[in-house]
């Protein structure tokens, strides 16, 4: 359970400890607490991108609902990781030279959204710019490796054992 609170705080062995990292553990959270607040906040996110997806065909402001719908979800889920490594950490980690240029496309594209959707009245070009979106937080996402055998010996066994019945239960 320490490695997987390690894995996912960000924590390092090699890591220096400065006064603010120092002042900062001081008043986190306890990790039970992170994780609830995580769960609960990307759940929260991935409800409002789902209820925006719904709205959608909606006649008139279907498409301005979903728009926004949608890019709510998507800061929520962002957002959620602070819990689990801390906002500084957080924002330190997705301003790295790897994952910068999609940071900063993911930022661009939800304000493009918003913008597309209030000030433009594009509404095609919202829907452009949510999929976009998407693209970013991807690759993103792609840019975080998870060492899912640092978590566990045996969690790789068990994601190909579940992956592989899966597929064979949707093949036969």
């Keep these: 359970m320490d490695k997987l609170r390690r894995v996912l705080s960000g924590g ?5 400890v400065g006064l603010t990292s120092q ?6 959270l306890s990790f039970g607490t992170r994780v609830k607040w995580f769960v609960i906040c990307f759940a929260g ?3 409002c991108s789902i209820l925006g997806t719904a709205l ?3 006649p008139k402001a279907g498409v301005n ?11 929520a889920a962002i957002s959620s990781t602070c819990f689990l490594m801390g906002p500084f950490k ?3 980690r997705m301003f790295e030279p790897t994952r910068l240029i999609a940071t900063i496309m993911m930022l661009l594209f939800l304000v493009l959204t918003l913008c ?3 000030w433009w009245g594009k509404k095609g070009l919202a829907i452009i710019f949510c999929i976009l979106q998407f693209l970013a937080m991807t690759w993103i996402c792609k840019s975080f490796p998870i060492v899912l055998s640092d978590i566990s010996p045996y969690s790789v066994y068990v994601v190909q054992h579940l992956l592989h ?3 064979t239960g949707c093949c036969y």
């Design 56 to 58: 959608l065909f909606l």
């Design 12 to 16: 390092e062995e090699n890591e220096e």
């Design 116 to 118: 597309a959707v209030f």
């Design 45 to 47: 996110g991935v409800l």
């Design 65 to 75: 609902l979903f728009a926004v719908f949608y890019t709510l979800g998507n800061i």
């Design 23 to 28: 002042m900062m553990d001081g008043t986190t």
């Design 90 to 92: 957080q924002l330190k």
């Design 165 to 167: 019945s899966i597929c």
